[in-house]
Structure formats: structure tokens, C-alpha cells
């Protein structure tokens, strides 16, 4: 129970009535002591009363959704005492920029249910609670008022933007030839050319039970690459050298007319890294798409080294993998790709995304390459994100590698950039 400031000066002018009955002993002073304090009382009563009864419910027909897309939120009000509420107010709690629930409601019949929903478009990625949401009601004096807080059941997961391409890329592994190379991961091909020994994680499926039961060990099958080269999407998380501008997209609240006639239109924010987001949620869905294996080694508040697979469930745990990630201080690059370089098998190709470009970075995606790894470099410009433009725009290579590099500016074409630069690697 919360006390008001109402409650307050009603209680003054009672104390005062009473010191002033107490000298002057008039019949009108008394009556109105009394009047003012039946009505703190009735207050206190309604206001103890004012929930009771009372049931918030707040469901999403979808529980994932992509930046950009029209968010719908069901919310439902029920009253189930036999008496009618005066009025309720809802806060919304919930981390949601645009506090879709937030309202209030006069005169709720008893037993009856009110419903209402919020549309609004979704503008940044990352998880959020359906809640909590506090309900709050009250006296009609203003002296007191109830509150409590409704807990969230769900959860809604929003997945990064990504811009549709229309090109093809064939990047071809080393089994053209006939070679082959061995990779640990869950999936390769349908064909085992040898066995090993048992390690955590390996599937039971695996198992050569022969061998094991000869050899005394658990041994598994192990399976030949797919000759087409798998994708690695290398994403830097150092904080050092991405940018954020002040002009963040807030979640856009819409009308139930204005919702069906709805184009989806995004507009990424002034900040390099939610451009680098965009950038691998792009090529995951592109890759995915023509059938290819796709990984992702990310390491900043959260470290991801996921191997590379094919499918609609592999493209789901890449994409819900970004919706989390975000940079941190003391990760360079050049180090995690040093040390994860032993699980990016010769044959494949890796795609290397960051605002970063010093000459550590630039020799390790040397080795890279002289290892027999496709490597290429998508360069975020920072410069552009300051208000700077970068003067290696068109440049091809930077410095003198011959590692194929593209370069984004603030405000370009994702999707025509992107584009041409898989046609010409």
C-alpha cells in the first residue's frame, strides 16, 4: 500500500479539527473530524479492495521475430470480483524501448474481461521479456493506492536484420581433385573413410562398433568433407574500434489500420558494429540458402565457436547467436584468430568481418591464406561512422596482401555491396 500526498493533508486538516473542537467545542468541527475520517477509512478499504480480483495476461502469437518486422502483443484484463473497478492503471517494466502496455482503464465491470493489443515495429535485436508489468489502482480520493507486479511468462527473441542477395558464390574446397581432408564436426558426408578414436561431443550414431570392441576403445567414424568449401563468418569483438552514434532507431508504434498496410523498412543505426551484424546475418542466410556449410567464431561477451553445418537448424543457432553478441575491451582479433586457426580446416573459406585493420590482423589473414584457406575481408570503416570518410573506398586489397577486401561506409547499400563483392571473389 503506497500512502499519498492526499492522504496527508486529509489527515492534517483531521488533527487540526480535533485540536480545534478540543477549544472551541462546536458541533460542526466534531462532524467534520468525523466526516474526514470516514472517508480516510472508506479510502483505505477501497484501496485495500482495488485488485482484488484482478488478472493481466500478455501472450505474442510468434515468440521470434527479425528486426524490422511489425511486433503484435495480445494483452488481457480480467476481472473476476463481482464488484467494478474504478479505474487501473498498467506500467510496462519490460525492456522494450517502445512500453507497448502502458495504459490506463476507467470503469471495469465485474466479471467481465477487457482485451487489447499493441503493434509496433521492431528496431533493435536481442532478447526481451513479455514483463513484467505493474498494476496499480486506488481509493477515488487519491489517498492511497495498491500495487503489484505481474511476472513475464515469455520471452520473445528478435534476430538481426538482414538484406536480400541475389548473386551466386562457388567457392570450391580441394576435394575437386579427388583429396581429401578429414574435419572434426558433426556432420560432413555420407561417406567414412576412416576411424578414430572417441572424443567428447562425438555423436552415438558415430560408433564403430567393431572396431571399438576389437581395439577395446571407443572409436568413431569419421567422414569425408563435402567438396564444396565450408563458410567460417569471423566476427570481431573488440570493442576498440567500433563507434556508436547518438541517433538509435526507437521501436515505432503503430495503429491496427496502419499495421496492415505496413512495408517493412529498416534503417540500421549509426553504429559499425550493428553494421557488422548485419553484414554476417547476411551472408549466414545467403550461404545457407545455396547449400552451404556456414560457422561462425565470435568472442566478446559472449565467445562463439560454432563449426560449420548446413540446414535450417544450423542458419537458427547462427542467427539467435548474433541476436546476443555484442563487443567487449582486450579481444583482438589477430589473437582469437590465431588460436581458433587449428579448427578452420585446409579447403575452406573464411569470411573475416571488423573495423579493424592493423598490420597483426592483416598477417595472421596472410597465414591464413598461405595455409590454404580462402580468406577474404570486409572492412567496416569507422571513419564514416565519426563523420569522416575513409580514403580506401574503392581499394580492392589493403596494403599490399592479396587478400580480396570490401569496404562498407555508413549508409550504403549492404545488399549492392555485398553483392558485387561476392561476384568478383
Sequence with gaps: MIVRRNFWIAFVLFILNISLNAIFHQIFLQRLAILLGLIMLVGFIWAELSLQGVRFFRTSKHLRYNCGEVFEENYIIRNDSRFRKLWLSVLDKSNFAAKPASRSITLIKGKTSLFFQSLFVLASRGEYQLGPSLLQSGDPFGFFSKQYMVEPVDSVLVLPYSVPMEVEWNPKGDLSGGKAHREYKSLASMNATTVREYKPGDAL?????????????????????????????????????????????????????????????????????????????????????MGRGVGLLFEGNRKFKIVPEKGNRQKSKLLEALAFINPITDVPLASVLKSQSSRISKGNSTIVISSNRNDELIGTMNSLKRKGIDTHFIFIDPKSFSGKVDDLTNNNVIYETAIPTLIIQYGENLSKKLSGFLMEG
Aim: charged content about 25%.
Design 205 to 289: 550414431k558415430k560408433i564403430h562398433w567393431k572396431t571399438s570392441i576389437r581395439t577395446q576403445k571407443w572409436m568413431v567414424k569419421e567422414f569425408e568433407q563435402d567438396p564444396l568449401a565450408n563458410i567460417w563468418i569471423v566476427l570481431d569483438g573488440d570493442s576498440t574500434y567500433y563507434i556508436s552514434g547518438n541517433n538509435e532507431l526507437r521501436s515505432e508504434l503503430l495503429l491496427p489500420s496502419d499495421a496492415y498496410r505496413y512495408e517493412p523498412q529498416y534503417f540500421l543505426p549509426k553504429d559499425n558494429f550493428e553494421y557488422a551484424v548485419c553484414t554476417a546475418a547476411t551472408l549466414i542466410d545467403y550461404f545457407d540458402r
